[in-house]
């Protein structure tokens, strides 16, 4: 029999959250990092359903796949962060723009301490399978923004049109980076993690041109 906490019940132990009555979205994204196999979980047999329960260690898996998936909305986005360095410390990157020095991101208060210690640890070598990340966020975002809607992406659609960081952010996000390269091009880069996201983007643009010419040398063979 499996001895763990169902989904539901590890959501209340860890964010006081009753996603019954206050977020079955919040279930909803847990259960998405389920079927993807990030959250690991064991089948509790029973006579007439079965019952899912999250298997040993996995606790803080739940509770960090959660505040990164506030913030960037695509489960496999999440897992990825888990698995590769590189994407993981891009998103860091990411997340230290986004937080900046706000109190609160569309009405969702912060912490400045704990964001910025948030984002430091996310672009660390801290294992995210064993090691909580710290909670930036009063509320969590889910709860507030409802369904579809990553704290990331609705604060990019709020401020893309006046926020050229934000038109970068956004751009790359949608994975244009030739878009995002000429944008970065128009920065002052003196602002450190503005300068991090630009060098970040020419090295991806740059490997991007060399798998076309990879390409290009394979079909002329």
């Not at 230290?96 to 964001?115: D, M, P, V, Y």
């Not at 930036?136 to 049109?161: R, T, Y």
């Given at each position: 029999m499996a001895s763990g906490m169902t989904v539901p019940d590890a959501i209340r132990f860890l964010f006081g959250i009753d996603v019954a009555k206050e977020s079955t979205y919040l279930k909803?994204?847990?259960?998405s990092l389920v079927r993807n196999k990030l959250i690991k979980v064991e089948t509790e047999l029973k006579v007439q359903r079965s019952t899912k329960r999250?298997?040993?260690?996995q606790l803080d898996v739940l509770?960090?796949?959660?505040?990164l998936n506030a913030i960037f909305h695509d489960p496999k986005d999440v897992k990825k962060i888990f698995e590769d360095k590189d994407f993981r410390y891009h998103c860091a990157v990411i997340v230290s723009q986004l937080f900046g020095e706000s109190n609160s991101l569309l009405g969702i208060a912060l912490s400045k301490t704990t964001a910025a210690e948030f984002a430091d640890a996310l672009a660390s070598d801290c294992d995210l399978l064993k090691k909580r990340l710290p909670n930036p966020?009063?509320?969590m975002p889910q709860l507030a923004l409802g369904k579809n809607l990553s704290l990331l992406h609705a604060l990019l659609a709020q401020s893309a049109l006046t926020s050229s960081t934000d038109n970068l952010l956004l751009a790359y996000l949608n994975n244009d980076i030739d878009k995002a390269l000429a944008l970065s091009r128009q920065l002052d880069t003196n602002n450190h993690s503005v300068k991090q996201l630009v060098e970040h983007i020419t090295s991806r643009h740059k490997e991007a041109e060399e798998f076309d010419d990879l390409l290009g040398y394979f079909q002329k063979m």
């Amino acid at each position: 029999m499996a001895s763990g906490m169902t989904v539901p019940d590890a959501i209340r132990f860890l964010f006081g959250i009753d996603v019954a009555k206050e977020s079955t979205y919040l279930k909803d994204k847990a259960n998405s990092l389920v079927r993807n196999k990030l959250i690991k979980v064991e089948t509790e047999l029973k006579v007439q359903r079965s019952t899912k329960r999250l298997a040993d260690g996995q606790l803080d898996v739940l509770f960090n796949a959660l505040l990164l998936n506030a913030i960037f909305h695509d489960p496999k986005d999440v897992k990825k962060i888990f698995e590769d360095k590189d994407f993981r410390y891009h998103c860091a990157v990411i997340v230290s723009q986004l937080f900046g020095e706000s109190n609160s991101l569309l009405g969702i208060a912060l912490s400045k301490t704990t964001a910025a210690e948030f984002a430091d640890a996310l672009a660390s070598d801290c294992d995210l399978l064993k090691k909580r990340l710290p909670n930036p966020f009063a509320v969590m975002p889910q709860l507030a923004l409802g369904k579809n809607l990553s704290l990331l992406h609705a604060l990019l659609a709020q401020s893309a049109l006046t926020s050229s960081t934000d038109n970068l952010l956004l751009a790359y996000l949608n994975n244009d980076i030739d878009k995002a390269l000429a944008l970065s091009r128009q920065l002052d880069t003196n602002n450190h993690s503005v300068k991090q996201l630009v060098e970040h983007i020419t090295s991806r643009h740059k490997e991007a041109e060399e798998f076309d010419d990879l390409l290009g040398y394979f079909q002329k063979m």
